[in-house]
């Protein structure tokens, strides 16, 4: 666990030679990873999202692939295609894999994309596959979605349902740097480009895979899995402040998510901490706000704060 814990501070120093600050996002995304999720990010353009996704990629040595959504994004643009191979002298149909076939896909912009194109997406998230035609491919291990949404710009846009969304682990809120790191980001990017930041590949594929079978094996204690449990049942009986709940697939993200952070800190168990620090990312996209907490401009981190004072 000491070794492990050496070897995530050694990732965090080697993203931090590319990404200035962002500590909670890149953090969040690498629990997702080892629990074999995926990432809502919401946040305003420029704040590094492509930046944090393609170097975390790099430094696990993982294959990184980018979908930009627009309205006329089709399922075949991602899933790929058959095209007519005339090799050999014969034509015949092969199969050419689209951009989600890759370990760390970015799927920028996702709101862009129409449902029909969505469905294409959560397929995969979901099942790990794809299906073109009557045949289906199976995504190489592990596969990791962050997609992106912008929260200012709703001309043209379709809006992902709360099922969809729900398919999520987290959702990330990213918010603006302070002026200190503004400064570096300033200094780093002005005088180099991406590609001349080189970082180090400390983890492999199969890595990742044990590693993801590992958290699973973190003990936590039958108080601290009540307390995770109590804690998203609330959500569904604070009726002036929710209107719907979250689900129990959020309880089993808030538990698996849990056991990452303790992994992540060298940790065997799950502690109360760790619980309350996942609830943000785990439940912030799971509720929906009563009209009484929205007149009272309360945000969902500010509804989930006030259930765990209680």
């Known amino acids: 666990m000491e070794e492990l814990q050496k070897k995530f501070k050694t990732l965090y120093s080697e993203v931090e030679k590319v990404v200035v600050g962002q500590q909670e996002i890149i953090e969040q995304a690498i629990a997702a990873i080892l629990c074999n999720g ?51 002298g014969k034509k015949e149909f092969k199969f050419q894999p689209g951009p989600i076939f890759a370990n760390v896909v970015l799927v920028d912009e996702v709101n862009r994309a129409t449902p029909k194109t969505h469905s294409a997406i959560l397929e995969a998230m979901q099942e790990k596959q794809v299906t073109v035609g009557s045949s289906t491919y199976k995504l190489e291990e592990p596969f990791f979605v962050l997609a992106t949404g912008n929260p200012i710009e709703q001309e043209g846009t379709f809006k992902m349902s709360e099922a969809q969304v729900d398919r999520f682990l987290f959702k990330l809120n990213i918010k603006y740097p302070k002026l200190d790191e503004e400064l570096k980001i300033v200094d780093r990017f002005s005088e180099s480009t991406f590609d001349e930041l080189k970082v180090r590949k400390l983890f492999t594929a199969t890595e990742l895979v044990n590693l993801q079978k590992t958290v699973k094996q973190i003990p936590i204690a039958n108080d601290i899995k009540k307390y995770a449990v109590e804690l998203v049942a609330s959500t569904r009986s ?16 808030l538990v698996m998510a849990g056991k990452a952070r303790a992994l992540m ?22 509720i929906i706000l ?8 309360m945000s969902e981190d500010d509804v989930i704060k006030n259930l765990m004072k209680k």
Request: hydrophobic share 35%.
């Open 38 to 88: 995926h990432v809502y990010v919401e946040g305003y353009p420029g704040l590094a999202k492509t930046t944090i996704v393609k170097t975390l990629a790099n430094v696990m040595d993982l294959s990184f692939s980018r979908i930009q959504g627009t309205p006329d994004l089709l399922p075949s643009d991602i899933t790929g295609n058959y095209i007519i191979d005339e090799s050999k």
């Open 238 to 253: 604070k009726k002036d402040l929710i209107e719907y709940g979250a689900s129990p697939r959020a309880s089993i993200a």
């Open 265 to 286: 800190n060298g940790r065997k168990y799950v502690s109360k901490e760790d619980i309350q620090a996942m609830a943000y990312p785990v439940l912030r996209h799971r």
């Open 290 to 297: 009563s009209f009484e907490a929205e007149r009272q401009n």
